[in-house]
């Protein structure tokens, strides 16, 4: 039954509607088995703002591309992300930049921002491409499952690119599984440490990841080198601000669970749609081929016009982030609704990017809506996000485009890759979108 979630809302403002769902469970099957369907109903039925119960936790959903700006823009600073997203990951990811707030967030960012710099971007565009090849040399024609290779690549980069260090196979799967146990902890419907539960091997995958970095720092903070790690073990402000031995290793935990899922998902994506559309695989390949180049130099990254077509289309339509947890310090308002302070809120840039008043049939795959002459994203500042926006917006964003660009040039001339014309992929979206059959495909050395 439909009620309004603070009777007395402050006059002038609006109380936010909504529901709570089934007794106990509220909303939470229902979000963990099709969240974007839920979000549909949701917003036919309420509009762009409205309150529901998921993993035992009122929550403010808000859609569409005015109320996410008015969050991310925060202006009354009454938006935090620490309390919000601790909720979901605190166990696993504590101390991580994007759990941070206000002065301290902004001093965290100044100093992690080194790291991201043009120079050191090019630095790392340069460890990435060889790194790639020996990848993909591993990869065997025939069937072959997408997500799990691309899963492994992104891991075995972020090692090289990001620690400077290279793993035996049973390191890095003990690493890559410990990150794993860290993201899916997050979305436990039983949020304590039972015996085999999700919440508990969370925990574990901490201390292995702590464990791992920890052994690493005093090398790093010694040699230095050209790796991400390096680069915060020697990032400083103008005003001489550093990061402590435990800051790195928090900051690495982090960066690197942020780092390679996303980029994953982006190319698993990539494939699925250049897979249904082999028509637009050719038309990729083709301008890869006359690049003439078997890897990309920095250079290169923005004369691939259409591989950035279909790269943000496919982070359009399978947002790697779908959800954006905020929680009020005080009292304000979205959109003329009262949200007391306490709520927690929302934002589904996964949601935002299949409303039809802001994207033409906005399930098709259909790249051209970013050419030149379209931009459709222009509609509004804030209907394109897969990156969030205001001072969290991604810090790795130009890195992450740089990985799956230099990851897919390669591909693209290496391989060619099929679906049997009737193949949909079953995503599950109970954690990051991903599909669970891994994407079987059939790949073919050219
Ligand atoms: C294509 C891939 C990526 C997507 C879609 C993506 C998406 C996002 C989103 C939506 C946020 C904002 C979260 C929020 O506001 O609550 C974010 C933050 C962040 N991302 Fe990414 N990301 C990607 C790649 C990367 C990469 C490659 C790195 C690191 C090299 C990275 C590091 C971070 C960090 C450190 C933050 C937190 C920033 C802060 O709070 O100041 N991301 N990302």
Not at 33 to 41: E, K, S
Not at 187 to 207: E, T
Not at 331 to 339: C, E, F, M
Request: charged content about 25%.
């Amino acid at each position: 039954m439909a009620t309004s979630m603070a009777a007395a809302a402050p006059e002038g403002l609006k109380p936010v509607p909504g529901d709570g769902g089934l007794p106990f469970l509220g909303q939470t099957l229902s979000m963990l088995r099709d969240p974007l369907g839920l979000a549909q109903r949701r917003y036919a039925q309420y509009g762009p703002v409205s309150w529901g119960k998921v993993l035992g936790k009122r929550m403010v959903a808000l859609y569409g591309p005015e109320a996410a700006e008015a969050v991310l823009v925060n202006r009354d600073k009454a938006f935090a992300n620490g309390p919000a997203w601790s909720f979901f990951i605190g166990p696993f990811f504590y101390r991580g930049i994007m759990l941070m707030d206000f002065e301290e967030h902004l001093h965290h960012r100044r100093i992690m921002q080194q790291a991201f710099s043009r120079d050191r971007l090019r630095s790392y565009q340069k460890a990435m491409s060889p790194s790639i090849t020996r990848g993909l040399d591993s990869w065997q024609p025939g069937d072959f499952k997408v997500l799990p290779n691309f899963k492994q690549l992104t891991l075995d980069l972020a090692m090289d690119v990001f620690m400077g260090v290279e793993l035996d196979r049973a390191q890095a799967d003990r690493i890559n599984k410990a990150f794993i146990d860290a993201v899916r902890a997050g979305l436990s419907i039983i949020r304590y440490p039972v015996p085999g539960g999700r919440w508990r091997r969370g925990l574990r995958a901490r201390r292995t990841l702590e464990a791992f970095f920890n052994e690493h720092l005093p090398a790093k903070r010694a040699d230095g080198g050209d790796d991400l790690f390096a680069a915060l073990c020697q990032a400083e402000t103008d005003d001489g601000h550093r990061f402590s031995d435990e800051d790195i290793v928090s900051h690495m935990i982090f960066v690197l669970m942020a780092a390679h899922d996303t980029s994953t998902i982006t190319m698993t994506t990539m494939a699925y749609y250049l897979a249904k559309h082999p028509e637009w695989q050719e038309r990729v390949r083709e301008e890869s081929r006359a690049l003439g180049k078997e890897t990309l130099d920095f250079e290169d990254l923005d004369r691939l016009v259409s591989l950035d077509l279909v790269m943000k289309e496919c982070l359009r339509l399978v947002a790697p982030v779908p959800g954006l947890p905020r929680e009020t310090v005080k009292d304000t308002s979205v959109l003329g609704y009262h949200v007391p302070a306490g709520t927690m809120v929302t934002i589904s840039p996964n949601v935002n990017h299949h409303i039809a008043d802001y994207w033409p049939d906005p399930d098709r795959f259909d790249p051209e809506r970013f050419s030149a002459d379209r931009r459709e994203d222009k509609i509004h500042q804030y209907a394109w996000e897969p990156f969030g926006g205001g001072v969290h917006k991604c810090i790795g964003l130009h890195f992450g485009g740089m990985e799956v660009k230099s990851v897919m040039h390669q591909v693209l001339l290496r391989y060619r890759w099929t679906v049997p014309a009737e193949y949909e992929w079953p995503l599950d979206m109970s954690t990051l979108p991903v599909p669970k059959d891994g994407l079987p495909v059939q790949l073919e050395r050219i």
